[in-house]
């Protein structure tokens, strides 16, 4: 049985962040992760001279993920998009650009006036939907938020819980009375960045996948593919960690897998937390990358890419238009797009066959950007368990692991369902654990 000051349980991005920050500090870590790739869902692949994201497209580039990369010697790897292309939601099966081809004037102004509606205290879980509709007016929630929630999220922003998905927003409101007014007297107090923060979204020139596998490198023989735990039980003033090469003792436990496998991990050790994970929704998403020829179109796709309004029985959640965004992702003369389906509001459309992927791209390709064939299908990749949705009795979940960490010295829980999804997210809050 090997001893060591600290394990990680999971090498995703979150615990590849933490061991990364704790090794630089001289702890003594070993990361554990099941499959033999770093990363988790963050994957880049390539197949038949396309580069394909197997999970985020890409990330707005935080300080925290431009020092990371500086540590990792990659910043010459980043790939910026270009910030002035534009974002589309379909529309009755138009493309309209956000936000002046989706909203009215009368919208636009209604979410002009949001400095002047009273601040209330909000309903409990007030809904990420009802907060917007409050603040900024009924078409702000149904036309923008409600796609960016379906796309980004894959999510429902009538159960999304404002508090939890949108904390900055709500306390701004509870501090200032305003989003938009306390939003421009942040800015006007923030200090100016000693260098300028690059424009656009972030990638690296070969994919995002370049980030995990830099930061395994960097940490060497402490990253442990192929390595699954079971369970971890309190030993005295350690914790015991079973797993499938051998056991191991540790002063201290980050459990940085999702949050199902999570709950097992914990089951014994921390039943509360267990239940409080389990209880978080995460539904099935399929990732479909597909191909056409330019001339499919009857005018070449230009901007970031589409939302669609949520509407019953549809099954795409929306599309990055990722040769679009960065060169050398597709061969010449293809159109290269990233379609995701699936989701809380029509989770069994993840699990369309390929045909079924192929025949729902095609619909949504031909009625949005007039693509005048089938697409070919270059990889359809489905989770069965995608992102954490942050819902009613989120804010109670998170609370039961506070609780588990307070009672269990040395155990300690990290993951996108804890304080963001967003790959900056994820990456600011296991740099502040690992401190």
Same mark, same amino acid.
């Given at each position: 049985m090997s001893e060591t000051d600290t394990i990680v349980v999971g090498g995703g991005l979150s615990g590849l962040v933490y061991a990364h920050a704790a090794a630089r500090s001289g702890t003594d870590v070993v990361v554990l992760e099941t499959s033999a *790739?770093?990363?988790? #869902?963050? +994957?880049?692949?390539?197949?038949?001279?396309?580069l394909l994201e197997l999970g985020?497209?890409?990330v707005r580039p935080t300080l925290a993920l431009l020092l990371l990369a500086a540590e990792l010697g990659i910043v010459e790897e980043m790939r910026f998009s270009d910030p002035k292309l534009p974002r589309f939601v379909e529309v009755d099966g138009k493309l309209r650009k956000i936000p002046f081809g989706v909203l009215s004037p009368a919208a636009m102004l209604r979410a002009a006036a949001e400095p002047f509606v !009273? +601040? !209330?205290?909000? =309903?409990?879980?007030?809904? =990420? &939907?009802? &907060? #917007?509709?409050r603040r900024f007016g009924p078409a702000i929630a149904s036309k923008l938020l409600e796609p960016f929630v379906s796309g980004i999220y894959a999510g429902d922003a !009538?159960? $999304?819980?404002? *508090?939890? *998905?949108f904390g900055k927003l709500v306390e701004l409101e509870r501090e200032r009375g305003s989003v938009i007014g306390g939003f421009l007297k942040s800015r006007k107090k923030a200090p100016k960045p000693a260098v300028p923060r690059p424009k656009g979204l972030m990638s690296f020139s070969r994919g995002l996948g370049t980030l995990p596998r830099a930061l395994s490198s960097a940490l060497g023989g402490r990253f442990r593919g192929n390595v699954s735990v079971d369970r971890i039980e309190r030993s005295g003033d350690r914790w015991r960690v079973f797993a499938s090469d051998e056991d191991r003792t540790a002063r201290r #436990?980050?459990? =940085?897998?999702?949050a199902g496998t999570a709950a097992r991990i914990v089951a014994s050790a921390a039943p509360a937390a267990s239940q409080a994970l389990l209880e978080i929704p995460s539904p099935a998403v399929c990732v479909a990358h597909c191909a056409w020829p330019a001339d499919a179109f009857p005018r070449p796709p230009r901007g970031f890419g589409h939302l669609l309004l949520p509407r019953r029985g549809e099954p795409v959640l929306g599309a990055v238009w990722s040769s679009v965004l960065f060169p050398g992702r597709a061969p010449d003369g293809k159109v290269f797009l990233t379609f995701f389906l699936g989701g809380r509001r029509n989770p069994a459309a993840a699990d369309l066959d390929d045909v079924g992927v192929i025949a729902a791209v095609a619909a949504d390709a031909? !009625? =949005? $950007?007039? *693509?005048?064939c089938p697409p070919d299908l270059v990889r359809a990749t489905r989770y069965g368990s995608a992102i954490p949705q942050y819902e009613a009795g989120h804010g109670a979940r998170m609370r039961a692991l506070a609780e588990a960490e307070a009672a269990q010295p040395g155990l300690? &829980?990290?993951g996108n369902y804890r304080g963001g999804i967003s790959v900056g997210d994820v990456v600011e809050n296991a740099i502040i654990a690992a401190r």
């Open positions: *790739a770093p990363g988790g #869902v963050m +994957r880049t692949v390539e197949k038949d001279g396309y985020p497209n890409t !009273r +601040r !209330r205290a909000p =309903a409990e879980d007030e809904s =990420a &939907f009802d &907060f #917007v509709s !009538r159960k $999304l819980t404002a *508090a939890d *998905a #436990v980050i459990v =940085a897998s999702p031909q !009625r =949005a $950007l007039g *693509a005048s300690h &829980f990290l």
